[in-house]
């Protein structure tokens, strides 16, 4: 009679756990954590040459980065990008919805359109929404078109270099990091709930929001989530899709880094944007135990 197979664990094999988690952790912290720490660093020192930072403990650079000016771009920053986020879920929960009860076969050529994107150089997807938005692109060539067959006078619209195509180049982007987590949540609700709250005479109105939604809200928090701290540290759309007056917090960074050559204050401002994100982080699991509570 042979012997029963012994149950082994991890704690029983420190030296296999170690060998697999040395890589990983060894490049997280060269390539990540290092150069993180370094530029915390740095938003406590003050230049002292062209190219030189003293690390002096000074929180001078934070300071600054309260000041209104700063503090307002912001408040716009964050107002964009929750805007931008509102608009891909009001857009993307139909999308995941749909593509859940999809066919198979037609569910998989779904998932590679959301997913399509992500194959394409952002500055060339960035560059192709310039296109289609400026003074003389698809649209105002379209309205145009429209408009000359029905007689009627047309001024082209002014898209390019404005808040709208700042939104509408994040939700662009950023659409499927929404999608795919509430697909995810929406494939593994079970169907039968729904079956049973029509069955009991509810519409599907009022299944919706009393099945659907609240079975699918761990998918929808993590794209809230997925999306709006992306959002908030975006760079290239308001550069390229924005005006003067588009500018999001990214963009001030960008420029204490390389025109400015203030790396104190561009590092203060960085990690002003990493304390908001934590802070996001933290409210996120104490709402989700206020709504269990309730």
């Known amino acids: 009679m042979s012997a029963a197979p012994r149950e082994t664990s991890w704690s029983g094999q420190k030296g296999a756990f170690l060998a697999l988690l040395g890589p990983p952790l060894g490049w997280f912290l060269l390539f990540f954590a290092a150069p993180l720490a370094v530029v915390w660093a740095y938003s406590f020192g003050t230049n002292v040459g062209a190219a030189e930072i003293a690390i002096s403990g000074t929180f001078a650079n934070y300071a600054r980065a309260l000041e209104p000016l700063y503090l307002g771009i912001l408040a716009k920053s964050v107002g964009i990008a929750a805007l ?4 891909c879920l009001l857009l993307g929960f139909p999308v995941a919805l749909a593509i859940s009860f999809a066919a198979p076969q037609a569910r998989i050529w779904l998932l590679i359109g959301i997913m399509l994107p992500f194959w394409t150089n952002l500055l060339i997807r960035t560059y192709a929404l310039i296109a289609v938005l400026r003074d003389e692109g698809l649209v105002n060539t379209a309205l145009a078109s429209l408009a000359d067959a029905l007689g009627l006078p047309f001024a082209p619209l002014r898209m390019i270099n404005t808040n709208v195509a700042v939104i509408v180049g ?3 982007v950023h659409l499927p990091f929404m999608v795919l987590p509430i697909y995810a949540a929406l494939d593994r609700m079970d169907r039968t709930l729904i079956e049973a709250s029509l069955d009991l005479g509810a519409g599907h109105l009022r ?4 099945i659907v939604i609240p079975l699918a809200a761990p998918g929808i ?14 760079y290239l759309a308001p550069d390229l899709l924005g005006g003067p007056n588009s500018q999001m ?3 001030v960074i960008e420029r204490q880094f390389k025109r400015a050559n203030d790396w104190p204050f561009g590092a203060a401002l960085s990690f002003m944007l990493v304390y908001l994100t934590f802070l996001i982080l933290a409210l996120r699991p ?3 135990r206020k709504g269990a509570g309730a």
């Open 249 to 251: 917090i990214a963009n």
């Open 207 to 210: 299944t919706m929001f009393a």
């Open 286 to 288: 104490l709402l989700a």
């Open 84 to 87: 931008a986020t509102l608009i």
């Open 170 to 172: 994040l939700v662009y």
């Open 221 to 234: 928090a993590a794209g809230l989530l997925l999306t709006l701290v992306p959002a908030l540290g975006s």
